[in-house]
């Protein structure tokens, strides 16, 4: 276990922060390959309206899911901020509060998502020859929610203590079975979408299994216990204080996604295809640079526990600089070898691949600007501050999206996909501005508290 843990409080930082993040980037690459198995297989074997059926659930799932995945974000900083202190009785309950939380979310998500996909779905314009398939694609993603909660936030803890290796490993062997299901429910069983999100709920709780016995396995005071489940009140309180607008964040975050993929969806099942595919390529250049945002949050984290804030402001400039240079390789690569990639998941439409390639061009090739953004929260959030970012991306990214729809988007010579994707460009560099002002505000003032004490 001691070789695992990365000390982030002490020693060099640039070489810590990447130990830190290459297995996040690698968790998270593999996560993406086994979620575009799903594209993949059903592109292949059942045409690319089953790829758009597919598609149409992400920003939907998006919506209805991040606003329990950010009660994992404020048990990431609970445990990291904890550790930091070395307080190992609120490390203790933070763990022991939060995987009861974990499944409480699961169990109210499933609900959710099976009793009410159908009606989401018509609320945002789907096509009928595509509704049938998201409905049933959906509601079987749904059912694993719960394996899907419990991984998340027991990852979370793990990451925070300095293990980033586990969850890659677990993430890994969760993953080829899914592969393999995907390919037998839609081969041998004709299951079409539902058998590719039967795979993804198998998988799901395949990782939530692992994730769990590796936490009962911890000799130090992340260690798990089925028998110390409680909801502590003070730990619940941080969990949610830190978490909650961290989940509004996001949620509101995916509302402006959805209603940018219902006026794709206006456009029809082509474009519908063709946006899920370049979607999903792009969904690898945004793991690079979201694995920096967690760790300026779990770095942060526990350096603010540690009252160690030279180091906090240090950790921020080294990811803003990292995460940079990846978004510029990354989004410049994908782009490149754009074509040859949605033909993987597109072989009946190249109209489709021609609209994925305009996302790709609008989106992918300035990806590194969203990263700038959301490292920016990652090191707020871990300072402990939840509020203001999430005012900050409400403003910055959900209000202005949906602005640009009903404003510039009806004007007759904007109303184009093109249009849709440029406001996802303007809207992050406008938070990350922003943002970053915040940040030294805030900064400043911790600094401040300290050298008056």
Known sequence: MAKKKIDMCNGPLFSGIIRHTVPIILTSILQLLFNAADLVVVGRFCGSVSVAAVGATGSLTNLIVNLFIGLSVGCGVSVAQAIGARDDEATHRTVHTAIPSAIVSGV??????????????????????????SAVYMKLYF?????????????????????????????????VIN???????????????????????????????????ALMRRTDACRF?????????????????????????????????????????????????????AGNIEGFVYVLMNAFHQSALNFTGQNVGAMNYKRVKKTLLICLGCVTIAGLAAGGTVYLLGEQLLSIYITDSPQAIAYGMTRLSLICLPY?????????????????????????????????????????????QFHTPSCLYISYTVSWSITFLIELIAFFMIYKKRTKMIKAD
């Open 225 to 277: 216990s089925f028998k110390k489940m409680h909801f502590y009140s003070a730990q619940l309180k941080k969990m949610l204080t830190i978490g909650i607008p961290a989940g509004i964040q996001g949620s509101l975050f995916s509302i402006s996604n959805v209603i940018i993929q219902s006026s794709i969806n206006s456009f029809g099942d082509v474009l519908m295809s063709g946006n899920a595919a």
């Open 143 to 175: 059912c694993g929610m719960t394996f899907n909660m419990v991984y998340n936030f027991g990852a979370s803890i793990l990451r925070a203590a300095g293990d980033t290796k586990g969850p890659l490993l677990y993430l890994s062997c969760a993953g």
């Open 368 to 412: 590194f600007l969203c990263g700038l953004m959301d490292t920016t929260t990652g090191a707020i959030r871990g300072m402990g501050v939840s509020l203001s970012p999430m005012v900050i991306t409400i403003l910055g990214v959900c209000v202005f999206r949906i602005g640009w729809v009903y404003t510039i988007f009806q004007v007759p």
């Open 179 to 213: 592969v393999i299901l995907n390919v037998i429910f839609v081969t041998q069983f004709n299951m079409n979408v539902g058998g590719v999100a039967l795979a993804t709920a198998v998988s799901q709780g395949i990782s939530a299994v692992l994730v769990i016995m």
């Open 108 to 133: 109210v998500l499933t609900v959710i998502g099976v009793s009410l996909s159908e009606t989401f779905l018509g609320w945002m314009g789907t096509p009928q020859n595509v509704l049938e398939l």
